[in-house]
């Protein structure tokens, strides 16, 4: 069980970095192109090794003993996470889901992000938070949110398929993918940092403008309001819903009609859409 005190060395360490996100100048990181887009959002990345069977990848360890699972059938990747419980994002998750990404990108003509049953992410793994220093904090809080940008200029079509609740991370995750479909039934999708006593980063809060819908930013974002799917498609984290064994059937059908698309199209015209958002998101990460 998490001490009263680690609970408050924890919201401590991450106010101090998100306070640190909000106060850094808003200066313009203008790419000359899509390409140089996608070449910064991927530089440095190692593709890790693909399993044995042809269109099979697999990479990190959970439960089952892979924490990420890359299967491909007619172009579409279907990436999944699954760490045996809440799909929490801490290094073990990005050194899996990093490398997945980026190999699906060279040999995918769409990709479908998802996770466990019942559960797409959960948001931060707040137990390796509680136990590291500010500057450790710093470190995975900025990773995730290169993850996030990595996601909203994803070079492919990208569509989510929420298998359950998408809470924090989760849900910036939603809002980064380009199509959104989630489970219906009990599950809740929300950003609840207010909640807990935090501040959304920088890469959060300009995602969340670009995405939600204008009225529900109070609610959604000051106010912590967690939704059920119908909700989330009204307020902006989810295009669709669907009854839960559909949904990654439905964000497939989905992601191969996009798949058809012309693809470098598709991408330059994606960056020029959110270009003022992820050049906010970039100038919150730059050292």
Known sequence: MTSPTE??????????????STSRPKSSVMASSPRCLWRQDYAGLAFAPTGSRSGSGR???????????????????????????????????????????????????AVVLTG???????????????????????????????????LYGYPKPLVAAASGHGIALGALMLLACDTRVGAGGDFRYGLNETAIG?????????????????????????????????????????DEAAAPDAVIGRAVEIAKALGELPSATYHATKINCR?????????????
């Open 7 to 20: 609970t408050r060395f924890h919201r401590r360490s991450l106010r101090r970095l998100w306070k640190f």
């Open 275 to 287: 270009r003022e958002t992820m050049n906010t998101i970039a100038a919150s990460l730059a050292d």
């Open 116 to 150: 466990r049953k019942g559960v797409f992410c959960g948001g931060f793994d707040l137990k390796t938070m509680q136990g590291a220093t500010p500057d450790e904090v710093d470190r995975l809080v900025r990773r995730g949110g290169r993850m996030i940008q990595t």
């Open 198 to 238: 935090l501040e959304l980063p920088v890469f959060g809060l300009a995602l969340a403008r670009d995405r939600l819908a204008q009225a529900e930013m109070t609610p959604a974002v000051i106010q912590a309001r967690l939704y059920d799917a119908a909700g989330a498609v009204a307020a902006g984290y989810l």
């Open 59 to 109: 990479t990190g360890r959970g439960r089952t003993g892979m924490i990420v699972n890359t299967e491909i059938t007619d172009g579409v990747a279907v990436i999944t996470m699954d760490d045996g419980k809440a799909n929490a994002i801490g290094h073990e998750m990005l050194d899996a889901l990093e490398p997945a990404l980026a190999k699906a990108a060279e040999t995918a003509r």
